[in-house]
């Protein structure tokens, strides 16, 4: 397991929206109303995963990314545009255009979510390990938002992602990421995270 940058991380405020925790961390020294990527956890996680288990704010503040990272309990039960994305911008968020971010079977909702919501919701997406088939995945509706797509080279789910990644750029997509060391844990995904903010950073920020 990675060890996290030792940066000072941003605020974080939790609260609850239909008795679902949501987690949000900020940059540092964040200021105005700044952009949000939301993170879909994996079978296992929960709101707090991505902070407990990813230190994602403290890979935040080492990017110097300026947008904030929110996260909800028991994601796929939970209407994202009509209730997540609200609360978000009543917490002083800009949610005209989105990033998302997940991993396992978060990842295969962040790309199922992005092909729902369409380009002009969502600025970018970058899933790690996601655990959905080639066949399944929705590539032709995501050909005209920017992708990250990773996985470790011992991950069961590391074939279907290459296939992913080929016919995506095959369609015309803008897609980066690929097969690198590491299999299905959060090691790996420690690993990766600083490549897919910067990624989301370059899309999300304006």
């Given at each position: 397991?990675?060890?996290?940058?030792?940066?000072?991380?941003?605020?974080?405020?939790?609260?609850?929206?239909?008795?679902?925790?949501?987690?949000?961390?900020?940059?540092?020294?964040?200021?105005?109303?700044?952009?949000?990527?939301?993170?879909?956890?994996?079978?296992?996680?929960?709101?707090?995963?991505?902070?407990?288990?990813?230190?994602?704010?403290?890979?935040?503040?080492?990017?110097?990314?300026?947008?904030?990272?929110?996260?909800?309990?028991?994601?796929?039960?939970?209407?994202?545009?009509?209730?997540?994305?609200?609360?978000?911008?009543?917490?002083?968020?800009?949610?005209?255009?989105?990033?998302?971010?997940?991993?396992?079977?978060?990842?295969?909702?962040?790309?199922?979510?992005?092909?729902?919501?369409?380009?002009?919701?969502?600025?970018?997406?970058?899933?790690?390990?996601?655990?959905?088939?080639?066949?399944?995945?929705?590539?032709?509706?995501l050909v005209e938002i920017p992708l990250w797509l990773g996985c470790g080279e011992r991950d069961e789910w590391a074939p279907q992602t290459q296939t992913m990644l080929k016919g995506?750029?095959?369609?015309?997509?803008?897609?980066?990421?690929?097969?690198?060391?590491?299999?299905h844990d959060a090691a790996y995904r420690r690993r990766v995270l600083p490549d897919q903010l910067a990624f989301l950073a370059r899309h999300v920020e304006k």
């Amino acid at each position: 397991m990675p060890e996290p940058p030792e940066a000072a991380p941003g605020g974080r405020q939790r609260a609850t929206m239909a008795g679902r925790r949501v987690v949000i961390g900020f940059p540092p020294d964040a200021r105005g109303r700044l952009p949000v990527v939301v993170m879909l956890h994996g079978a296992d996680g929960h709101a707090l995963t991505p902070f407990d288990v990813y230190a994602v704010d403290l890979y935040l503040a080492a990017s110097r990314g300026r947008f904030a990272v929110a996260s909800v309990d028991d994601w796929p039960s939970v209407d994202v545009s009509g209730a997540l994305l609200p609360y978000l911008r009543g917490a002083g968020l800009d949610t005209e255009r989105i990033g998302l971010l997940g991993w396992s079977m978060g990842g295969a909702g962040a790309l199922r979510l992005a092909a729902e919501l369409g380009r002009k919701k969502v600025a970018a997406v970058a899933a790690a390990s996601p655990a959905v088939t080639a066949a399944q995945a929705p590539l032709r509706e995501l050909v005209e938002i920017p992708l990250w797509l990773g996985c470790g080279e011992r991950d069961e789910w590391a074939p279907q992602t290459q296939t992913m990644l080929k016919g995506l750029k095959a369609l015309g997509a803008t897609a980066e990421g690929g097969i690198s060391r590491g299999c299905h844990d959060a090691a790996y995904r420690r690993r990766v995270l600083p490549d897919q903010l910067a990624f989301l950073a370059r899309h999300v920020e304006k």
